[in-house]
């Protein structure tokens, strides 16, 4: 991502799943050191409490000097900040949070863990009742095998499970998605359950995100859209 397009991305991870939420007073962040999810996720006036969860705090550093952009999430008295690996810091909680969202690197490496069925169990005790998981899942056109697996994957410890897309200019092919998952079936991911008005777009500074773009981003093409990516 680039300063021009960053926005794209770090609104839609964000406010998918906060708007997709009654009520998301506590919220985990796992990764995110560059902040721009921070920094969107404070806008919102019912979030009480931010805990964002990173390993590596070299990442936080240079987002502070290089970033300030995005760093400026770090600023929100909300906010509270753990150097720590995001699987074990989230082997200490059990309904803990309303909306979890991972904001890791691509699934390769070190964050393929994130990716995998005993990550998505933890997040699953983690959540409250009603709790919304929101993570990165990559691009259709390059990563399409893989984003099945990951759906599936979450479909059997989630009720409820889709994929988002949005565009990202600096991104593979220009296009990145985001996997996201219901504690309960009750649950409705595709259309904000709270809407954002004009008086909040303009409040919150959004330059991507609002209702209609939030709805159409479930709206997938065919080759994707056959393999049951939504449901």
């Given amino acids: ?26 919220v985990l962040i796992v990764g995110g050191g560059d902040g721009g999810v921070a920094r969107e996720v404070a806008k919102h006036p019912e979030v009480e409490e931010i805990h964002l969860c990173e390993i590596d705090e070299k990442v936080i550093e240079v987002s502070k000097k290089y ?20 699987i074990k810091f989230m082997e200490k909680y059990s309904e803990k949070f309303d909306v979890i969202i991972t904001d890791s690197s691509d699934p390769v490496g070190p964050a ?29 056109f390059t990563d399409l095998p893989f984003m099945e697996e990951c759906t599936e994957t979450l479909r059997s410890v989630f009720p409820v499970v889709g994929y988002s897309s949005t565009t990202v200019s600096t991104y593979a092919c220009g296009q990145v998605g985001f996997l996201l998952a219901g ?18 777009v ?20 065919q080759f994707a859209q056959e393999l049951n990516m939504n449901s």
């Avoid at 994130?114 to 990165?136: M, R, S």
């Avoid at 504690?183 to 359950?193: E, G, M």
Wanted: proline share 9%.
């Fill in 1 to 26: 991502m680039y300063k021009k397009d960053e926005f794209a991305y770090q609104e839609m991870i964000s406010h998918i799943p906060l708007f997709a939420h009654p009520s998301p007073k506590t």
């Fill in 67 to 86: 970033l300030p952009s995005m760093s400026v999430g770090f600023s929100s008295p909300k906010l509270t900040v753990h150097i720590e690996d995001g």
């Fill in 112 to 140: 393929i863990p994130l990716y995998e069925k005993p990550y998505y169990e933890l997040t699953n005790i983690a959540l409250k009742p009603g709790g919304i998981l929101c993570c990165l899942g990559d691009c259709l």
């Fill in 183 to 200: 504690k309960d079936k009750s649950v409705v991911l595709q259309k904000p359950v709270r809407e954002a008005t004009e008086t909040q």
């Fill in 202 to 221: 303009k409040e919150f500074g959004l330059r991507y995100y609002n209702y209609n773009v939030h709805c159409s981003s479930f709206v997938l093409p």
